[in-house]
């Protein structure tokens, strides 16, 4: 069981290149998440899936877009990458509600963009 | 509305207790704690849920008020593993979207 797995580990971006980020559950959980981490922040909700098919936006959301064709595949898609994009991005997955269930979280993916 | 959390920091000696504290302006139906050490992901300690219920590791002490719209953390007899940033999350506006978390309590314990 590997639980939230995310690729790549490190990117470094140009300005205006575009990427995406990948993340997989194997828990066969419906409810998945994006966030984003600056430094001394908490973490900002960035997307949201409450199954394959749905998607809704967090609070920062501009400047990202989202898919879910898949249970276990969220993946975050950054077009025209500016520096206020470098964070630490973080999917995570619950197997409810997120008010009520323990949110799993992957290892992170550090994103630079010069 | 971003919960906020107290204190910014704190310094412990191995063994020494400590409390976490969160609030919210807004009303809650839930807290939730996590631990992130550097350089890792944030990992589940606890959910409070309106009513009383529990959810989390037997280890953790917190408790929920909520009337207040507060929650704290206790961290007894701390260990070196204790270590890291503590945050915590109130749900979103229909308990699906995700969590809103503060900016965290960084916990340092020294031997």
Known sequence: ?114 | QQPVQSPQAVILREGEDAVINCSSSKALYSVHWYRQKHGEAPVFLMILLKGGEQKGHEKISASFNEKKQQSSLYLTASQLSYSGTYFCGTEGRGGADGLTFGKGTHLIIQP
């Open chain 1, 1 to 114: 069981n590997a639980g939230v797995t995310q690729t790549p580990k490190f990117r470094i971006l140009k300005i205006g290149q575009s990427m995406t980020l990948q993340c997989t559950q194997d828990m066969n959980h419906n409810y998945m998440y994006w966030y984003r981490q600056d430094p001394g922040m908490g973490l900002k909700l960035i997307y949201y899936s409450v199954g394959a098919g749905i998607t809704d936006k967090g609070e920062v959301p501009n400047g990202y877009n989202v898919s879910r064709s898949t249970t276990e595949d969220f993946p975050l898609r950054l077009e025209l990458a500016a520096p206020s994009q470098t964070s630490v991005y973080f999917c995570a997955s619950s197997g409810g509600l997120a008010g009520r269930n323990e949110q799993y979280f992957g290892p992170g993916t550090r994103l630079t963009v010069t």
